[in-house]
């Protein structure tokens, strides 16, 4: 058993297979917990909120922090690469700008060298930076349990605060992301109470390319953080984009429509009708932007 000042005795376990991981939570059946950058697992430890009996070591099994792009197939993220590693990755920064932008709105350099996406989106907190980024990039979730593998969309993988598509004995073993489409652009704009850093109190991912077979020419993916139980699209917003050439009354009318689309709450950080009118503010923003990048070209 290992103690540490602050954190209850637990057991310590560094797998180098995914066998040896699907039989350890089999056999702990709910007392131990996945461990990847820790940068959340020890936080609530700490404060008493959990309190496993054994911590699973993941960073060393096979491609955990593996980083892989093809323009055929596109990313594959190891769950455990941190997001540094992945914001610094050259085929990250050349395809997936929105993902660099997205993932560098995550508290401090520092946390971000032990943090990993696959822990924030598998935290499923609503406004988890990186998920509104997974959402438009039309991410998938490839778990692995006792019976093998399964591929989870990014869409169904977040079912409340908290909770996820995960069976029990099931764990992350990478993120997937298809290329972009030719010509995408994409922002990820995010409201906090400090200028960088803070947990978001609004976080829209828009996401823009060419359509010939939108009326528009152009179509659009939007995704909204912490404005939701969960991270959630904004498709009512999306097919007005792509009804009407992009016009300012129309990216007015799109950004109204995200609005509606969110169900915000009362919190320590901000009202509900605040998170709603910043969600038109910066919605409209970000469509804006990319909106003028795409014109541009």
Request: aromatic letters at 6%; glycine letters at 8%; charged letters at 20%.
């Amino acid at each position: 058993m290992l103690p540490s000042p602050g954190l209850p005795a637990f057991d310590y376990v560094r797998p180098t297979s995914v066998e040896h991981v699907t039989k350890l939570l089999h056999k702990r059946d709910g007392q131990a917990r996945l461990f990847m950058g820790g940068t959340d697992v020890f936080v609530r430890m700490r404060d008493g909120l959990i309190a496993p009996e054994m911590l699973i070591d993941l960073k060393h099994l096979p491609g955990m922090t593996e980083i892989k792009f093809t323009k055929r197939t596109g990313l594959r993220i190891g769950a455990a690469a941190s997001m540094n590693a992945l914001a610094r990755h050259p085929a990250v920064v050349e395809h997936y700008p929105l993902l660099v932008e997205a993932i560098t709105s995550v508290a401090s350099y520092q946390l971000r060298t032990r943090a990993t996406m696959g822990g924030n989106l598998c935290n499923a907190s609503p406004a988890a930076d990186t998920a509104p980024a997974a959402l438009v990039l039309d991410a998938k979730m490839v778990l692995r349990g006792r019976r093998g593998e399964r591929c989870v969309p990014i869409g169904e993988f977040f079912l409340g605060p908290g909770k996820t598509a995960m069976k029990p004995g099931e764990f992350l073993l990478r993120i997937e992301i298809p290329p972009m489409p030719k010509g995408a652009l994409g922002r990820y704009l995010k409201l906090g109470r400090n200028a960088r850093g803070d947990l978001a109190i609004v976080g829209v991912a828009v996401l823009g390319y060419s359509d010939r077979k939108a009326k528009s020419g152009c179509a659009f993916r939007i995704a909204l953080a912490s404005v939701a139980p969960t991270p959630i699209r904004a498709p009512k917003a999306e097919a007005l984009l792509a009804a009407s050439p992009l016009a300012p009354d129309v990216i007015e009318s799109a950004a109204s429509a995200a609005m509606e689309t969110a169900q915000p709450i009362d919190d320590v950080r901000s009202s509900a009708a605040y998170r709603k009118a910043m969600v038109k503010v910066f919605t409209r923003r970000a469509i804006a932007a990319v909106a003028n990048s795409l014109g541009g070209r």
